[in-house]
């Protein structure tokens, strides 16, 4: 049996609230919009799909083996931006601004489950939280003023890392943390 599963940096609270009244401050009197909530923001390191349930602790070993190298990552927020799909926006998104310690801890994480047959990343890693997954019903033209506004400093330290089921219904996507890492002070 297979579950879809990711590893993901955790955000801390107060910072995801801190871009979550910014973004609506910016989007005030926007309907018809299903914004991810915030309990599910998160910056995801590695994806992997479907996953094979019986091999799950080895996973969770492999993860906390390559975590255990990394301490906390002092992190900043940076702009927002979309990812579009022939030329369609499909997702909004918050980026943070770029450290090579989050780069580094991505690609090791590529690296181990490449050995554990995964397909390997073909794109540079870019750290971003997703905000929203476009429907095709919303106002774009107010979501897509996010891209214009200029985000104060936010700095913020992120201390885990999270191995999450994602199941898929209906009504979106459901995560639960599998198993939690924290990143060695």
Not at 15 to 33: E, Q, W
Not at 91 to 120: H, S
Request: aromatic share 12%; no cysteine; net charge neutral.
């Amino acid at each position: 049996m297979t579950i879809r599963t990711f590893v993901a940096l955790e955000i801390p609270n107060d910072a995801l609230s801190k871009i979550i009244d910014l973004r609506d401050n910016a989007t005030t009197g926007l309907k018809n919009v299903r914004w991810e909530p915030k309990e599910k923001l998160h910056l995801t390191l590695k994806f992997l799909g479907d996953t094979k349930e019986e091999l799950v602790n080895e996973y969770i070993s492999a993860i906390e083996e390559t975590v255990s190298k990394f301490h906390p990552f002092e992190l900043t927020f940076k702009e927002f931006g979309i990812f579009k799909k022939e030329n369609t926006p499909k997702i909004l998104w918050t980026g943070l601004e770029e450290n090579p310690q989050v780069v580094r801890l991505a690609d090791e994480l590529d690296e181990t489950f490449g050995n554990f047959g995964f397909e390997r990343e073909k794109r540079r890693f870019k750290s971003h939280i997703t905000l929203l997954r476009f429907r095709g019903y919303e106002d774009q033209k107010k979501i897509l003023s996010l891209l214009g506004v200029n985000i104060p400093q936010i700095n913020f330290i992120s201390e885990k890392v999270i191995y999450f089921e994602s199941r898929l219904l209906q009504s979106g996507s459901v995560y639960r943390s599998i198993q939690s890492f924290n990143l060695k002070n």
